[in-house]
């Protein structure tokens, strides 16, 4: 089955600064990877994805980038601010049976602390 | 995307008990989920919730402990049974977007703690 690794663990950066997190997985029949923000006490909030016909999607701050070859894919924030504290979450998944449904498998998690 | 609600919110049981959470959407969709998320953990898949019919269980998963209901197309409840203290987590509803384009969207979570 899918295994999703996700790195580093815990990153701390200056306002302003980049954040950049990065993610590995293993099946290659993966296409389809979201990115999850889970503040404290609240439920991951889905804030960015990207598809495997796509290299990079960009919203606003945020970017995602992905290297099918590689089978990883990063998260960027630009212009970090301390409402960006949080832990972020990536996952993998397939649709094996072309049904619209994607099983998830997660990272484990990256803590982001933002300093004034 | 759909608003999701649980109940309760969190809840402290005794070992031995059951609880059951509820996950309310105020529209319908075709998939629910239910998820783990153990205490500075990670996110698990549960099951998934099939409307009319039985929970599909992922590996390591069971219906004796984890029974599941969808009785319609915006309810599901989950239920942790014969709890122990290894239970304490938090679970978490999930459900896709209409859009069949494979978003995700969670409830809140229910923080639950067992002594």
């Known amino acids: 089955g899918e295994n999703v690794e996700q790195h580093p663990s815990t990153l701390s950066v200056q306002e302003g600064d980049s954040a950049v997190i990065k993610c590995t997985y293993s099946?290659?029949?993966?296409?389809?990877f979201p990115w999850y923000k889970q503040e404290l006490g609240k439920g991951p909030q889905l804030i960015i994805d990207?598809?495997?016909?796509?290299g990079e999607k960009k919203d606003q701050r945020i970017a995602v980038t992905l290297n099918k070859t590689a089978k990883h894919f990063s998260l960027h924030i630009t212009e970090t601010q301390p409402e960006d504290s949080a832990v972020y979450f990536c996952?993998?998944?397939?649709?094996?049976?072309?049904?619209?449904?994607?099983?998830?498998?997660f990272g484990t998690g990256t803590r982001l602390l933002v300093s004034p | 995307s759909a608003v999701i609600s649980q109940k309760p919110s969190r809840d402290i049981c005794q070992r031995g008990t059951s609880l059951t959470i509820q996950c309310q959407v105020d529209?319908?969709?075709?998939?629910m989920f239910w998820y783990r998320q153990q205490p500075g953990q990670s996110l698990t898949l549960i099951a998934t919730?099939?409307?009319?019919?039985?929970?599909?269980?992922e590996s390591g998963f069971v219906i004796d402990k984890f029974p599941i209901s969808r009785p319609n197309l915006t309810f599901s409840t989950l239920t942790v049974s014969n709890m122990s203290p290894e239970d304490s987590s938090i679970y978490l509803c999930?459900?896709?977007?209409?859009?069949?384009?494979?978003?995700?969207?969670f409830g809140p979570g229910t923080r639950l703690t067992v002594l």
């Open positions: 999930s459900v896709d977007s209409t859009s069949l384009l494979g978003e995700q969207f």
């Open positions: 099946d290659s029949a993966s296409n389809y």
């Open positions: 990207i598809r495997s016909n796509v």
């Open positions: 996952a993998a998944s397939t649709d094996p049976l072309n049904t619209g449904f994607q099983k998830l498998v």
């Open positions: 529209s319908q969709v075709t998939m």
């Open positions: 919730a099939n409307q009319g019919s039985e929970a599909t269980y």
